[in-house]
């Protein structure tokens, strides 16, 4: 199918983007990469009366280390994440560009955009599950200028975000190095979305656990933390029985939907396992 009818904007500045959104009201997106966007489009699953393509502005392609903080522009190329060999983003954020492999296929890693994946909100989207799994801050601009969301706090459901209709998502702002953090997931085919994710995040003294973070996808309408499977690994030991304790949690923790891809029961087992799997590889990361 061929998308319906809409207006083509663009936009050389976020000043001018914002403009244009408050100008063509609530129906206008905003076009980054367009590897969801178009899609949907296509089939006409999205209608958008108008587009303003934000490809043209300068300055919004960047990893950027800030002290701590990451800070991640919203044009960024999914590829560029994934290929960076930046020693002061791989010093503790190497669950980037170890992720990223698992985004689609090639060619929409070249052309997707870091910002647009986030703002696009899908529940298995891995930038959107490591930005609730880091506490990532997610910076937008509107007409009344710049305000920063918590990633806990964007997400509202399937595809739907914090952001206004008249704003735009301008950085990601991942606040401490999580040297240790792994993702992983579970698709009938490579690059297809995951029927489940899961991210995992730890924190340890060396040999026992001190913190835990554990974060799901494709089991509700946005990514989740189940605080129930994290508060099992506070102060345990290192181990494989520890991991697979915690992922039992999990997996009695969600409440998945059942469709043509797997049952509900079926996505519960696949958390057991991949909760496992990102927890044994997060234990394993030094950097």
């Known amino acids: 199918m061929k998308p319906a009818a809409y207006a083509y904007h663009r936009a050389y500045d976020v000043r001018e983007a914002v403009e244009l959104l408050g100008e063509l009201g609530d129906d206008a ?6 590897q969801s966007l178009v899609a949907m489009m296509n089939f006409r699953l999205a209608r958008p009366s108008a587009l303003v393509d934000v490809n043209r502005i300068s300055g919004l392609s960047y990893l950027r280390r800030d002290g701590d903080r990451l800070r991640i522009g ?6 560029a994440v994934e290929t960076t060999r ?24 070249t052309r997707g955009t870091f910002g647009g994946s986030i703002a696009h909100a899908d529940p298995t989207s891995e930038w959107c599950m490591l930005a609730l799994l880091l506490d990532a801050e997610i910076v937008a601009e509107g007409p009344h200028g710049r305000r920063t969301i918590p990633a806990a706090d964007f997400f509202h459901g399937f595809l739907t975000t914090a952001l206004g209709a008249d704003e735009m998502l301008v950085e990601v702002v991942f606040p401490r190095p999580a040297p240790r953090a792994a993702l992983t997931e579970f698709a009938q085919r490579r690059g297809d979305f995951a029927i489940v994710a899961a991210a995992a995040a730890l924190d340890t003294d060396g040999t026992a656990c001190t913190g835990a973070r554990i974060v799901l996808g494709g089991v509700d ?11 099992v690994l506070a102060g345990a030991a290192l181990t494989t029985d520890a991991f697979a304790a915690a992922a039992d949690v999990a997996a009695r923790e969600a409440s998945p939907p059942g469709d043509i891809h797997g049952s509900a029961d079926y996505r519960r087992r696949l958390v057991r396992t991949l909760v496992t799997r990102a927890l044994e590889e997060a234990a394993a990361h030094d950097a």
Not at 29 to 34: C, P, Q, R, T, V
Not at 86 to 109: M, Q, S, T
Not at 221 to 231: H, K, N, S
């Open 221 to 231: 309408a946005r990514p989740v933390r189940v605080p129930a499977a994290e508060q």
């Open 86 to 109: 930046d020693p002061a983003v791989l010093g503790g954020y190497a669950v980037l560009p170890r992720a990223a492999h698992w985004v689609g296929h090639y060619p929409i890693r």
């Open 74 to 79: 919203a044009l960024t190329r999914h590829h």
């Open 29 to 34: 997106k905003i076009l980054a990469g367009g």
